[in-house]
C-alpha cells in the first residue's frame, strides 16, 4: 500500500513532469520503487530518455532497468513495436538472462498467443518454481482468457505456498464475488481484514459479501461490519452508511415474528444517525438527489 | 602507583592509527569478498512454505478480533490439528536442525564459507599485532581499572608495577574489532554494518529452525481467547456518527 506522503510525492512529481520541468528519472525511479501502475506517461518520458543518446548514456548501468519498466509500461498501453525494441536491446544486453526470459514471455502473452505463453511460462516456472511473478502472470493469462475456474485453481496452487500474499487474496475474493461464489469470498475476506485489520477497504467488502449471502446472522454481521468501516472511516464512507440502514431494514424484516433482543436498540439510534449522516451528505454534495433519498429511506424505516 | 608516564607521540602516529586502518580495511574487504562469493541461495519450497505459515499464523493471533469467532476457530483448528494442521509437527519429524545442517551440503558449505571469512582475517590480524606491536605500553585508558584486567590488557608488558590503565596494542586491537560497527555503518550503507562481534554470533547460531517456531506459533494459537471486537464497533460508529451529524 502507498503511504500518504508517497502519494503526495508522486502527484508532485507527475505534475511536475507532465509541464514540462525536469525530475522524469526521479519519477520513473519512484514508480519503480512503488510498483504503482502510470503506463501512459512512464512510456511517454521514459522513451524520450531512450531515444535521446545523450540522456541514455547519462544513466549508466540504470538503464538498462529503464528499458525493462519501459517495455512493460509498453506492452499495458499495447505498443508492442516499443516493447519488441526494448526486448531485443536487452537480449543483445543481456543472453540466457531468466529476467529478460520473462518479459519475452510477457511479450508473447501480451500479443495474445495464449499457448505460447503458456509454454514460455513453464519453461521459466521449470528453472525457478517459486517464482511468484509467474504464478501470478499465470493466473492474468487465465482470467483474460474468460476462465474463471482456471484462475481459481492456479490461485489456490499459489495461496497453499505463498499464503501470506494478500494481493493473490484480494484478487481470489474478487473472483469469487464475480462468479458467486459469496462463502468462499468471505473466507478470503477474513484473511484480508486478518492481515490488516485497519484497513476499511476490507471490512466494507466482507460486510457487503455478507449481506448479500442473507441469513439472519450474516445480517447482523453485516452491519457490525458497516459500523467498522464508519468508524475507520470517520463517517464518510456512503455506503456503509447505506449499508447500515439497509441492514436494519433486512433484520427488522427477518425477525419480525421473534422477539427483539435487546441490541437492536442500539442499533435502531445507529440506523437513524445513519440516514441523518446520509441525508446531510447528501444535500452537501448533491442536493438534486435528496428527496431520492429521504423517499427510500423512508419506504425502508417502514417495511 | 599513580605516576603519570609520558607516551611518545609516535606510539600514536605509527600504532593505533595504522592499527585502526588496517582493521577498517579488512572490514570493507571483507565485505566485498563475501558478497562476491555469496551463493545465491535456491530456497526450498518447503521452507518458503513453512515461513508463510509462521506468517500467516501471526497475522491470525493479531486480527483475531476482528472475525467473527465461528471463522476464527476453524482457522486455529486448521492449523493446530493434530492429524494434518499446518503448525503441528509430529514428534519423529523434528529434525534436530544440526543433522539436518550437516547433511545439507549446500548449508554445510555456506556455513564453512561464513566461518572462514571471518575467522582468517582475525587470526591473521591477531598475530600482526602480536608480532609487530608488542611489548611496549600503546595507551592509556581514561578510568582506573582493577589488578584482575592487568593478564588481559597489560600482555606484552612484563613489568608488574605498571599501572593497569596502561596497556598495550592487544588491547586497542580488541577494542576496534568490537567498536567498529558504528564505521561501518557509515561506509557500507546501515544494513551491512555487521563488525565481528555479530558474526561471531551468527557463528554460534544455526539456520532458520522451522520446527520451533512452528511450535511457538502453535502454542501461542491455542492460548488466544477470542473476544469478538466488532460490538465495540457498532457503538463507536454510533459516537462517530453523532459527532458527525452535530
Not at chain 2, 608516564?5 to 606510539?11: G, P, S
Not at chain 2, 588481559?152 to 596497556?167: A, H, K, P, R
Not at chain 2, 557463528?203 to 473476544?227: N, P, R, V, W
Request: include cysteine.
Amino acid at each position: 500500500m502507498v503511504t500518504k506522503t508517497e502519494e503526495r510525492e508522486l502527484k508532485q512529481l507527475e505534475n511536475q513532469v507532465e509541464n514540462g520541468g525536469g525530475g522524469v528519472w526521479e519519477y520513473l525511479s519512484l514508480v519503480r520503487k512503488l510498483k504503482v501502475r502510470r503506463s501512459e506517461i512512464v512510456l511517454k518520458h521514459g522513451l524520450s530518455i531512450l531515444n535521446d543518446s545523450g540522456k541514455r548514456s547519462a544513466l549508466g548501468p540504470d538503464e538498462w532497468i529503464l528499458y525493462e519498466q519501459v517495455a512493460i509500461a509498453a506492452m499495458d498501453c499495447q505498443s508492442l513495436a516499443v516493447a519488441q525494441n526494448c526486448i531485443k536491446v536487452l537480449q543483445k544486453k543481456f543472453p540466457e538472462s531468466k529476467r529478460v526470459g520473462k518479459l519475452e514471455a510477457l511479450l508473447i502473452e501480451a500479443k495474445g498467443m495464449w499457448e505460447e505463453a503458456e509454454k514460455a511460462y513453464s519453461i521459466l516456472l521449470e528453472d525457478n518454481p517459486l517464482d511468484q511473478v509467474i504464478h501470478k502472470r499465470k493466473v492474468a493469462m487465465a482470467k483474460a482468457q474468460g476462465k474463471p475456474s482456471l484462475a481459481i485453481e492456479h490461485l489456490n496452487k499459489y495461496l497453499e505456498v505463498f499464503m501470506a500474499d494478500h494481493d493473490a487474496w484480494r484478487e481470489l475474493a474478487e473472483i469469487y464475488v464475480s462468479l458467486q461464489m459469496y462463502k468462499q469470498a468471505a473466507f478470503c475476506y477474513e484473511e484480508l481484514i486478518l492481515s490488516q485489520p485497519t484497513l476499511p477497504l476490507y471490512h466494507l467488502a466482507y460486510a457487503d459479501v455478507l449481506y448479500t449471502i442473507g441469513g439472519l446472522e450474516n445480517l447482523i454481521a453485516a452491519r457490525k461490519y458497516y459500523a467498522a468501516t464508519i468508524d475507520l472511516t470517520g463517517g464518510k464512507c456512503t455506503r456503509a452508511l447505506l449499508g447500515i440502514c439497509l441492514c436494519g431494514s433486512a433484520i427488522s424484516q427477518l425477525s419480525r415474528g421473534r422477539n427483539k433482543e435487546d441490541k437492536d436498540m442500539a442499533a435502531q439510534e445507529l440506523e437513524s444517525l445513519a440516514a441523518t449522516a446520509l441525508e446531510k451528505e447528501y444535500k452537501q454534495k448533491s442536493p438534486a438527489k435528496l428527496n431520492l433519498l429521504s423517499s427510500a429511506l423512508r419506504s425502508l424505516k417502514l417495511s | 602507583m599513580a605516576e603519570d608516564l609520558v607516551l611518545d607521540t609516535a606510539i600514536r602516529d605509527w600504532v593505533l592509527i595504522p592499527l585502526s586502518v588496517v582493521m577498517v580495511l579488512i572490514g570493507v574487504l571483507r565485505y566485498f569478498v563475501s558478497k562476491l562469493m555469496r551463493s545465491s541461495p535456491s530456497p526450498d519450497a518447503k521452507i518458503v512454505k513453512e515461513g508463510q505459515v509462521v506468517i500467516r499464523a501471526r497475522n491470525l493471533k493479531a486480527g483475531a478480533n476482528f472475525i467473527p469467532p465461528k471463522s476464527f476457530r476453524a482457522r486455529r483448528f486448521y492449523f493446530s490439528n493434530e492429524e494434518n494442521g499446518l503448525l503441528h509437527v509430529p514428534k519423529d519429524q523434528a529434525q534436530n536442525p544440526q543433522a539436518q545442517m550437516f547433511s545439507d551440503p549446500n548449508m554445510a558449505m555456506d556455513m564453512m564459507k561464513k566461518n572462514l571469512s571471518m575467522i582468517i582475517p582475525q587470526t591473521l590480524t591477531f598475530a600482526w599485532v602480536n608480532f609487530f606491536f608488542s611489548g611496549f605500553v600503546a595507551a592509556k585508558i581514561p578510568f582506573p581499572l582493577t589488578q584482575r584486567f592487568r593478564s588481559m590488557l597489560q600482555n606484552g608488558i612484563d613489568l608488574s608495577t605498571v599501572d593497569v590503565s596502561y596497556v598495550s596494542s592487544r588491547s586497542w586491537y580488541f577494542l576496534n574489532l568490537f567498536g567498529l560497527r558504528g564505521l561501518f555503518s557509515l561506509i557500507l550503507g546501515d544494513e551491512n554494518a555487521i563488525d565481528d562481534t555479530q558474526r561471531m554470533m551468527q557463528m554460534g547460531g544455526f539456520g532458520f529452525d522451522a520446527t520451533k517456531s512452528l511450535g511457538a506459533e502453535k502454542d501461542g494459537l491455542d492460548i488466544i481467547q477470542h473476544e469478538w471486537a466488532l460490538p465495540g464497533f457498532e457503538h463507536r460508529a454510533e459516537s462517530v456518527l453523532r459527532k458527525l451529524v452535530q
